[in-house]
């Protein structure tokens, strides 16, 4: 049996090189280039750090927490930054703990659901199967900086929100704020719902649906899409006429509904008898309103 304790401390160093290695990168960036590059450089330098620590350690699944974890680097440094000076200091501190708040929860969600380096992710372990030799590199594009482009692109509404957007506060914040910190207590509700579930349910094909997850079947996807929107507000109530970060939100939201969707639900299919009548009376993601009874 592996150390799990050992094993958290081998990802754990890996991501302290990655923010080390990105933070040189960085610094060697500015202020020659523009912030949202030298961010993304330094966001694509931390990636290839612990990439190579994946495949140091054999696991791909050493990058999972990745996709929280750098919004929780990245959203105070901008927040730091020089060009934040002319920013609200109260969206600045808003935002940045809001984002903290969902990164913290869903790392230690992930931590404390992780059984160490001894497991990989099952669609890491099937993509293994299929790509045999060129699995590394598959796993380079598909497995590490795709995820850490989606990632940074939903980042994009921060520079805005902490940095460029000088307009004071105003009810678009409030509405952000309700989105957001909504968002994060709903992907909560879901996840802890979910872990209960998996610790008492001895009923082998039984379907969770019940609390939120009677609702939509993946309850847990909407509250993290709906995050990213959240940011979105702020970054419009910071500019209203700001328009490229748009493609976060977008983006990620295309990602849940055509890829991690459709992937979950076939493989719930082919492991629990009932899962398809489920789909028909339980939408994907977004909650149906409940019917009237008839009579």
């Known amino acids: 049996m592996r150390n799990r304790s050992k ?5 754990a160093l890996a991501y302290v090189a990655g923010a080390v290695v990105g933070w040189l990168v960085y610094r060697a960036l500015t202020p020659g280039h523009s912030s949202i590059l030298a961010f993304a450089a330094a966001d694509a330098a931390a990636t290839v750090v612990v990439f190579a620590a994946s495949v140091f350690c054999n696991n791909s699944s050493v990058y999972d927490p990745y996709w929280s974890v750098a919004p929780m680097v990245i959203a105070p440094a901008i927040a730091l930054s020089p060009e934040s000076a002319g920013a609200p ?17 869903l790392t230690w969600n992930w931590a404390r659901g992780w059984n160490g380096l001894g497991h990989e992710d099952f669609r890491y372990v099937d993509l293994r199967r299929t790509t045999g030799r060129a699995y590394w590199l598959v796993s380079f594009l598909g497995l590490h900086f795709m995820p850490t482009v989606c990632v940074f692109l939903g980042c994009l509404s ?14 678009v914040d409030a509405a952000a704020f309700v989105v957001t910190a909504g968002a994060i207590a ?19 094909g039984r379907i969770l649906d019940t609390g939120v997850w009677a ?3 993946h309850p847990n ?25 748009l493609i976060g939100p977008a983006w990620i939201t295309c990602l849940f509904v055509f890829i991690s969707i459709p992937l979950m639900d076939r493989r ?11 789909m028909t009376r339980v939408p994907a993601l977004f ?9």
């Open 7 to 11: 094993d958290f401390a081998i990802v």
């Open 89 to 105: 200091a109260l969206r600045r501190i808003v935002v940045t703990a809001l984002v903290l708040a969902w990164g913290a929860r």
């Open 158 to 171: 921060l520079f805005p929100a902490l940095a460029a957007g000088t307009r004071p506060l105003s009810w």
């Open 186 to 204: 709903l992907e909560t509700r879901a996840d802890d719902e979910l872990r209960v579930f998996r610790r008492t349910n001895d009923v082998p």
């Open 215 to 217: 609702y939509c079947r």
């Open 221 to 245: 996807y909407l509250g993290e899409i709906t995050f990213w929107w959240g940011l979105f507000l702020f970054a419009l109530a910071a500019d209203p006429g700001v328009r490229y970060p």
């Open 268 to 278: 719930s299919v082919a492991r629990r008898p009932g899962y398809a009548d489920h």
């Open 287 to 295: 909650p149906r309103l409940p019917r009237k009874a008839k009579g």
